[in-house]
T-cell receptor
Framework: GAGVSQSPRYKVAKRGQDVALRCDPI?????LFWYQQALGQGPEFLTY????????KSGLPSDRFFAERPEGSVSTLKIQRTQQEDSAVYLC?????????????FGQGTRLTVV | QKEVEQNSGPLSVPEGAIASLNCTYS??????FFWYRQYSGKSPELIMFIYSNGDKEDGRFTAQLNKASQYVSLLIRDSQPSDSATYLC?????????FGKGTRLSVIA
């Protein structure tokens, strides 16, 4: 596609519910990143894939967060048993390069609100 | 200390003036530096990147990098009200992009 596409754009979840957020990167981009952005803060790194390999998941805040990219293209970020502190915008970015010298292009984000 | 530090602002400049945005970083292994602009409610968009010490110019934007001082800056010449946004500084190296909190810029007409 022309850009990074994320869905849904908005998600309201009841506390304790599981959610799945989808990211469709720019075609041909090997690197894919997930970030979490709270209001008034910069994006916080969650995890990074190169093709289907998850090379870095050091930013995932707890074991309730899980990400996958099984075929090296579309990625899904799953949050189990959502908590109010999970409310944030979840941004996906992709790059044609590796982590070094990355020029990452962002999707529009998914705004998650846990009530 | 956060890896990437930015003054949160707001930085207010009059239309037509030069806006100067600053960023410091702690990881000396950082290799590449990026400036992103983020309008309220929108996702970050890449403005410029810089790898080498010195200045890099692109239209009204100039990025400056001083690796010895671990300092990156972005100058915006002839500031316009449409430049009003949050500017995010980011670095990468042996770890993926790490962002600062951003500086909010307000250009007053």
């Amino acid at each position: 596609g022309a850009g990074v596409s994320q869905s849904p754009r908005y998600k309201v979840a009841k506390r304790g519910q599981d959610v799945a957020l989808r990211c469709d990167p720019i075609s041909g981009h090997v690197s894919l990143f997930w970030y979490q952005q709270a209001l008034g803060q910069g994006p916080e790194f969650l995890t990074y894939f190169q093709n289907e390999a998850q090379l870095d998941k050091s930013g995932l805040p707890s074991d309730r967060f899980f990400a996958e990219r099984p075929e090296g293209s579309v990625s899904t970020l799953k949050i189990q048993r959502t908590q109010q502190e999970d409310s944030a915008v979840y941004l996906c970015a992709s790059s044609g390069l590796g982590a070094l010298g990355t020029e990452a292009f962002f999707g529009q984000g998914t705004r998650l609100t846990v009530v | 200390q956060k890896e990437v530090e930015q003054n949160s602002g707001p930085l207010s400049v009059p239309e037509g003036a030069i806006a100067s945005l600053n960023c410091t970083y702690s990881d000396r292994g950082s290799q590449s530096f990026f400036w992103y602009r983020q309008y309220s409610g929108k996702s970050p968009e890449l403005i410029m990147f810089i790898y080498s010490n010195g200045d890099k110019e692109d239209g009204r934007f100039t990025a400056q990098l001083n690796k010895a001082s671990q300092y990156v800056s972005l100058l915006i010449r002839d500031s316009q009200p449409s430049d009003s946004a949050t500017y995010l500084c980011a670095r990468s190296g042996n770890t993926p992009l790490v962002f600062g909190k951003g500086t909010r810029l307000s250009v007053i007409a």
